[in-house]
């Protein structure tokens, strides 16, 4: 049972345009979201990350909402870049004594210029 | 330059022949991680510790084993690997769990 879902596997957008990945989980434990964003040939790099404790974050043309009551997170690139092209993965960490950090399948974004 | 390795970068092994691939990091992180990455499968963690001498499963531990014996160090060995175990491996490293973790480069590796 997957408890990080996303469920779009491919997102086309165009340059200049934004992109937004969504992100979706079922434990309400969960309190801490984190978004990698991986190349090909290269590991997973960390992109931003947000506490259970905020509603949005904010880093330079990366911006993550979070929405508790829906159990969703997503993910605003703006505005989008040809260099943006990439798989972007969404992170759960599961609180408490644990250290299991449970990742969702993945979007591949293709940024077209 | 901080960073996590891994060794060796490609592997490909025969069925039952145990292997070992290592991981360092010099960034002095309590927590390590192991992750392996499928199609279609995304990134799924195998195993993960808390901090030297503390590990535990993760999502998909079966047929893996891990051991912490210093903060840098981590490796993964494969007792007696399957061809279902072919996949591409990764290696991570962080202050704790929920902070950025720093990926190393893959290991990508065949059991025939």
């Known amino acids: 049972d997957q408890q990080v879902k996303q469920n779009s596997p491919s997102l086309s957008v165009q340059e200049g345009r934004i992109s937004i990945l969504n992100c979706d989980y079922t434990?309400?434990?969960?309190?801490?979201f984190l978004w990698y964003k991986k190349y090909p040939a290269e590991g997973p790099t960390f992109l931003i990350s947000?506490?259970?404790?905020?509603d949005k974050n904010e880093d330079g043309r990366f911006t993550v909402f979070l929405n508790k009551s829906a159990k969703h997170l997503s993910l605003h690139i703006v505005p989008s870049q040809p260099g943006d092209s990439a798989v972007y993965f969404c992170?759960?960490?599961?609180?408490?004594?644990?250290?299991?950090?449970?990742f969702g399948k993945g979007t591949k974004l293709s940024v077209k210029p | 330059e901080a960073q996590v390795t891994q060794n060796p970068r490609y592997l490909i092994t025969v069925t039952g022949k145990k292997l070992t691939v290592t991981c360092s990091q010099n960034?002095?992180?309590?927590?390590m991680s192991w992750y392996r990455q499928d199609p279609g499968l995304g990134l799924r963690q195998i195993y993960y510790?808390?901090?030297?001498?503390?590990?535990d499963k993760g999502d998909v531990p079966e047929g893996y084993k891990v051991s912490r014996k210093e903060k840098r160090n981590f490796p993964l060995i494969l007792e007696s690997p399957s061809p279902n175990q072919t996949s591409l491996y990764f290696c991570?490293?962080?202050?704790?769990?929920?902070?950025?973790?720093?990926f190393g480069p893959g290991t990508r590796l065949t059991v025939l």
């Open positions: 991570a490293s962080s202050p704790l769990p929920y902070n950025e973790q720093f």
């Open positions: 434990n309400s434990m969960f309190d801490y």
């Open positions: 947000i506490s259970s404790i905020k």
């Open positions: 992170a759960a960490y599961g609180g408490g004594s644990q250290g299991n950090l449970i």
């Open positions: 960034m002095n992180h309590e927590y």
């Open positions: 510790s808390m901090n030297v001498e503390v590990t």
